[in-house]
């Protein structure tokens, strides 16, 4: 008889010993998760060239509470949710102190040149990007070797596209057959061709107001924004020094100008409004709540070829002080400039604003690989 009622007392026993290793498990997991996020974290600062010392204090006083699951049930609760002997001494190579049926994780001690895992992106999707993150996150654009690359890319951008647009007021007047549809549709696939082409090396701003947004938004950091401003006017520059070779200086090297019975008030308003547009076309595209990828390029290029379509007549549609500098400087008149470089940076400033209202603050991963581009190491090539 006494045998008869321990059975069922040892079952109840066991399945209850069996609840409770669950509920803690259950809770485990919950620790299991938030310890990956610190982990993702960690990885980051790793690839950035964080001190390893610091990084192995943080493991050390970070270590999991991981219990061993299933092999000690029938000791109890308390037995089961004991830390592992070994869990301290396998830290490294089980920084969770998951055992073999758990899901593997990526070291955090990866190297810097191997590719993200899959985990780590996922974590950063999940936990977004701040400001100060982001731009430790971008260790290519932070190598300063890579500057010349970044800028020749600008150049060249900036020079095929002034070629397009000022050539095209040049070409009429010595050839025609361009007409106004192809003078602005021109620039539009410059645009459209440049960056998807060489987007990656420098970001393809080729375009001081957009750097200057870009900065502003926290996309891009300040101290590169002359370099890039510099580099852009050279190849704007570069570009209708090549008209001039070429064509002479017919219609004042296609220069930005009012239109008739426009004033450069009305032509500095109009570029305020059409850069704003622009500007706003280049965040929200290279932001990661519209995740087009290289798609963006469309929207910026059809953008350029609407604006010029209606507004060309009027001020031009330079939207860009590069493209007005170039011919002004080679031409040697400054008289219309100022229009067409207060206007495109008091529309960036504007575009900032209304960006911020739509998205939050800037600083985010997606938009600050768009705005820095993502150049290969000279080692590895591309």
Known sequence: MRHAHQVPDSHQDRDRR????????YSQDHEVQGLRLHRS???????????ASHIQRIQHTQQPRTATRG?????????????????????HH????????ARPMVSAHRAPDAPASPVADRHDDV???????????HTAFADDSLEGRRLFAEVLGTFLLVLAAAGGPVVEATQGGVGPVASVTAPGLTVLAVILFMGKVSGAHLNPAVSIAFALRRDFPWRRVPGYAAAQLT?????????????????????SRPGTGITDVQAFVLETILTTGLISTILGTASKAQNVGPLSALGVSAYIVLAGLWAGPVSGASMNPARS?????????????????????????????????LRGPGGGHTASTAAQGTPLNHRHGV
């Open 18 to 25: 069996l609840q409770d290793l669950s509920r803690h498990n």
């Open 41 to 51: 974290r960690m990885r980051r600062q790793d690839r950035a060239g964080g001190s």
């Open 71 to 91: 092999r000690h049930h029938l000791h109890g609760v308390a037995e089961a949710a004991r830390p592992h002997p070994h869990a301290v001494q396998d830290i």
């Open 94 to 101: 089980n920084p969770l102190g998951l055992d073999s049926r």
């Open 127 to 137: 936990l977004g990007e701040t400001p100060e993150g982001s731009k430790h996150r």
């Open 235 to 255: 190849g704007a520059s570069l570009a209708c020094l090549t008209l001039q070779l070429l064509l002479g200086d017919a219609a004042h090297l296609g220069a």
């Open 325 to 357: 500098f170039g011919p002004d400087l080679v031409h040697g008149t400054f008289t219309h400039f100022w229009p067409y470089t207060a206007g495109p940076l008091l529309g960036a400033i504007a575009a900032i604003g209304i960006a911020s209202v």
